[in-house]
């Protein structure tokens, strides 16, 4: 072991006893005990010490390119889904993903995530070959492209991509079941174990308020992404979309979000974690004050305008792209805050 990977297994160990100190231990119904807690302030400080102490005062700033937004899976609270007839569909061709990468990478950005729905068009080597021309401009790349067979993903990492992104959106199998008619939770875990094995940086996540959850559900959801080892964890609130089968019922709690990102970063010190967009379409104040409660990331898209407002999962307002002069107010917004753009 070397000097570096030992430091950090010696602060993990003194983070982990202080997190048991303070109640917070890797047991469901600990877990949910804790996000039932009428007040919650100890534990919002808590998280923010341990970001601060692991991850410092940057933020990190990630560009989102939504190259297509094809997908063949039926998921029923989701805008992109294949049953969604009144949605216009696109695809970015290879070279304009190169070229919209390249001009982020111009105005600072260090990872480039592609993301789409599953859109069988985008082959491995197809996608493969994206990478690698993306990989010239010195940016990370992070993939999040939905289920692939182990060998697919392979063909990615050979290419150069750094992350896989794909979140599991519930640890409950009862509800994972009634809102993806298209796939089942163990396979989706099963792949996440996949990237892992084959050397990706590994993000997952899931949503506050879906139809049926619980605080122990939301446990079992953290306890997974623990066991899992992901790097990253995007925490975000369901949000309706119009046009699914889920567009009458409530857009989940800001509220439990912030506590399920808090507790993450308290479960999981090292662990990248986003201010979700979903959280800032529903409370943008909150989007912000999240930083001060584990957060260190913040994603920004990329996508060119002509398909960007084709790409919702859920409603949210986008202005037109402009990759450049966005970054700049973005950098500012973060140095208002007292952190670091990165």
């Known amino acids: 072991m070397d000097s570096s990977a030992g430091r950090r297994g010696e602060q993990l160990a003194a983070l982990r006893l202080r997190a048991e100190e303070h109640g917070v231990i890797p047991e469901a119904k600990a877990l949910a005990a804790l996000l039932r807690r009428r007040d919650f302030s100890e534990f919002y400080r808590l998280a923010d010490d341990f970001r601060r102490e692991t991850k410092g005062d940057a933020i990190l700033i990630r560009a989102i390119l939504e190259f297509s937004n094809h997908c063949r899976r039926r998921c029923r609270y989701c805008g992109l889904n294949s049953e969604n007839r009144a949605l216009s569909r696109y695809r970015l061709s290879p070279a304009e993903m190169v070229e919209t990468a390249a001009e982020a990478a111009r105005a600072g950005y260090r990872t480039i995530v592609l993301q789409s729905g599953e859109d069988p068009w985008f082959t491995p080597e197809i996608l493969a070959d994206v990478v690698r021309e993306i990989k010239k401009t010195g940016a990370a790349v992070t993939v999040s492209a939905g289920e692939k067979r182990r060998e697919d993903y392979r063909i990615l990492r050979e290419a150069g991509a ?181």
């Open 162 to 342: 750094d992350r896989y992104l794909m979140k599991h959106e519930t640890a409950d199998e009862r509800i994972y079941r009634s809102l993806h008619p298209c796939g089942t939770l163990e396979n989706r875990v099963r792949g996440l174990r996949d990237l892992k094995e084959l050397g990706f940086e590994v993000g997952s996540g899931f949503m506050i308020g879906l139809p049926g959850q619980t605080e122990e559900t939301i446990a079992r959801d953290l306890l997974l992404l623990l066991e899992l080892g992901c790097d990253m964890a995007g925490i975000g609130p369901f949000v309706p979309h119009p046009e699914t089968a889920l567009r009458d019922l409530p857009h989940g709690s800001v509220a439990m979000t912030s506590r399920a990102v808090a507790l993450a970063r308290i479960l999981m010190p090292f662990c990248n974690l986003p201010a979700t967009t979903a959280l800032g379409v529903l409370d943008g104040e909150e989007k912000n004050a999240v930083f001060s409660r584990g957060a260190n990331v913040i994603m920004r898209k990329v996508t060119p305008s002509r398909v960007k407002r084709l790409y919702q999962i859920y409603p949210s307002e986008l202005r037109d792209t402009d990759i450049a002069a966005e970054r700049r107010a973005l950098e500012g917004e973060i140095r208002a805050m007292g952190r670091v753009p990165v």
